[in-house]
């Protein structure tokens, strides 16, 4: 499931909407090389920040929010299509290629701007590791702030490999994000924890096809990629609700990504880490479109068999992408070996850095 075309369901919601220019996605990370051939035809716009050093195209932090971008806005028919291709996106950077790190008093004020330009959703796709999911006063207001506008932050878990939480991923109304291999199974570089258990969900995070400062391609892993394939659904999400007629609503999406998760099946030792479980596109659209999750629904989406209390339009719709859930979950019955664990010790206050594979060591050592 390196390709965000493979992803059940997603295919389907493509046939009902592509991304609605109303519907606007920050993407508070690297710079972005909005010239990539991928974005041509793309609605994005630059925020001013304090970074102010030029795009570099072999800058580490450069590539990271050039590849997370690509996932959201990559324009259909070019070598990455992204996943809201029409979509408004606003690039508000905050790590610079010799800085990796920032305040949380930073991400606030990126926050900030973000709401103020209209954002609904703003992905993260970095943050700070805590002991309990604490946040300095900033960052919990800038938080508090989006809750009060009903602007939906969606956050990196983190790479660690533990049972640990960061912000701003374990703040509240926040959508944490893990990762998950293509078996749907969690990697074992992403994190989990008590908090991740109520609010977060797992999406793809394995050489994750995207687009790199000054052209071309490269696959990357962690969650810091999970993070926008959900941004990118929840963006659909919300298009759909315009679609429809209605307000677009990030709150009730947000619960709809989270009510529809499906099992990771993972075995009882790990079961902590499917969160609250993986991101099922098919499900959170019916929600979305006024349907009820009812036990049946599930059984759906999660085993391809059985049909009862569904109507026939949903099932022809779904019977493509839940084959491919089933081969899926199929798969995630075997063995499998993932990427190891990488722990890191506390970060102090003022740090927040950007979530990679612990593979791609240029990036997740900054």
């Not at 369901?9 to 051939?37: F, M, N, P, Y």
């Not at 103020?116 to 959703?121: D, E, N, P, V």
């Not at 999406?253 to 009510?259: C, D, H, Q, S, Y």
């Not at 993986?278 to 989406?301: P, R, T």
Request: hydrophobic residues 40%; contains cysteine; negative net charge.
């Amino acid at each position: 499931m390196a390709d965000v075309t493979q992803i059940p369901g997603i295919q389907s919601l493509w046939e009902k909407t592509g991304g609605d220019s109303q519907v606007c996605v920050a993407v508070l990370d690297g710079l972005v090389d909005r010239d990539h051939a991928c974005l041509a035809g793309a609605n994005l716009q630059r925020l001013p920040t304090l970074v102010q050093e030029e795009l570099s195209a072999t800058g580490a932090m450069s590539l990271h929010g050039t590849h997370v971008a690509s996932i959201i806005f990559g324009q259909h028919g070019s070598e990455i299509p992204g996943i809201a291709p029409k979509c408004r996106g606003l690039i508000v950077p905050i790590f610079s290629d010799n800085r990796s790190r920032v305040s949380q008093l930073d991400i606030a004020r990126a926050i900030e701007s973000a709401v103020s330009a209209g954002a609904h959703i703003i992905n993260i796709s970095g943050g700070q590791l805590t002991e309990i999911g604490e946040a300095e006063g900033w960052l919990e207001s800038a938080v508090q702030l989006c809750n009060d506008n009903n602007v939906l932050i969606v956050a990196a878990a983190g790479n660690d490999g533990c049972n640990c939480l960061h912000v701003p991923a374990a703040l509240p109304a926040v959508l944490a994000v893990g990762a998950m291999d293509d078996r749907g199974q969690p990697l074992n570089f992403s994190n989990w924890g008590k908090t991740y258990k109520d609010q977060g969900i797992l999406a793809p995070g394995e050489n994750i096809l995207g687009a790199k400062p000054g052209g071309g391609t490269t696959r990357l892993s962690g969650t810091s990629f999970a993070t926008p394939v959900i941004s990118g659904v929840a963006a659909l999400l919300l298009s759909l609700q315009i679609k429809q007629g209605q307000k677009p609503d990030p709150s009730k999406v947000r619960e709809a990504i989270l009510k529809s998760a499906l099992p990771c099946y993972a075995d009882t030792e790990s079961a902590d880490r499917c969160l609250v479980g993986k991101l099922n596109v098919l499900g959170a659209s019916y929600l979305i479109q006024g349907g009820k999750m009812s036990e049946q629904l599930e059984g759906v989406e999660a085993a391809g068999c059985g049909c009862e209390g569904i109507t026939q339009t949903v099932l022809e719709e779904t019977v493509q992408a839940q084959q491919q859930l089933q081969e899926s979950l199929e798969s995630a019955l075997l063995s499998s070996t993932s990427l190891p664990p990488t722990p890191e010790s506390l970060l102090t206050s003022t740090q927040i850095r950007s979530f990679s594979s612990p593979s791609n060591s240029i990036m997740s050592n900054n």
